[in-house]
T-cell receptor
């Protein structure tokens, strides 16, 4: 069964600290893995997309890694800011259909305290 | 800034009413999607469209219907709302070419409450 599991479910850190969010997936065949940020009451916004051949990609203070062999990804946030408080969603796309079926994780709820 | 717009943002309405949730995008994207999201849960695809006059049901069964008469417009309709339809509805779009490595662009959603 194709699944995307994220951990932790929620996380509280102090402003300025770093953190790492985890994503494990069983989706096959694999096309790409995406990380989205969803602020409360807003739609998800894309942070990174990685294909099979990419094992790291950065977007400002966000760095995503991908290990396609172990089917694991992480999102590292450096020097956190209050505005980083949001849900971070891992999404995996397969190659099994024209649509490129997307499998969504439930997200990690990050809270950054001052 | 959003290039995909959803209205209304919030809607509280009584059981049995007909509802239409609007979604428009200005990016010229061929593919559009409707997702349903409950608090703390993953997004579930309920409808999608490859282009004008193309609509398909998604993975999650839904009593709603959609239409795609114009590229930029993808409204969702509930003929008779019920409390079980209470949820957040998110609209998204993506380019038709090379879509597999392109992100979906999401609207800010409509939070629907059926009394």
């Amino acid at each position: 069964k194709n699944q995307v599991e994220q951990s932790p479910q929620s996380l509280i850190i102090l402003e300025g600290k770093n953190c790492t969010l985890q994503c494990n997936y069983t989706v096959s065949p694999f096309s790409n893995l995406r990380w989205y940020k969803q602020d409360t009451g807003r739609g998800p916004v894309s942070l990174t997309i990685m294909t099979f051949s990419e094992n790291t990609k950065s977007n400002g203070r966000y760095t995503a890694t991908l290990d396609a062999d172990t089917k694991q990804s992480s999102l590292h946030i450096t020097a956190s800011q209050l505005s980083d408080s949001a849900s971070y969603i891992c999404v995996v796309s397969d190659r099994g259909s024209t649509l490129g079926r997307l499998y969504f994780g439930r997200g990690t709820q990050l809270t950054v305290w001052p | 800034e959003a290039d995909i717009y959803q209205t209304p943002r919030y809607l509280v309405i009584g059981t049995g009413k007909k509802i239409t949730l609007e979604c428009s995008q200005t990016m010229g994207h061929d593919k559009m999607y409707w997702y349903q999201q409950d608090p703390g849960m993953e997004l579930h695809l309920i409808h999608y469209s490859y282009g004008v006059n193309s609509t398909e049901k998604g993975d999650l069964s839904s009593e709603s219907t959609v239409s795609r008469i114009r590229t930029e417009h993808f409204p969702l309709t509930l003929e008779s709302a019920r409390p079980s339809h209470t949820s957040q509805y998110l609209c998204a779009s993506s380019p038709g070419q090379g879509e597999s490595n392109q992100p979906q662009h999401f609207g800010d959603g409509t939070r629907l409450s059926i009394l």
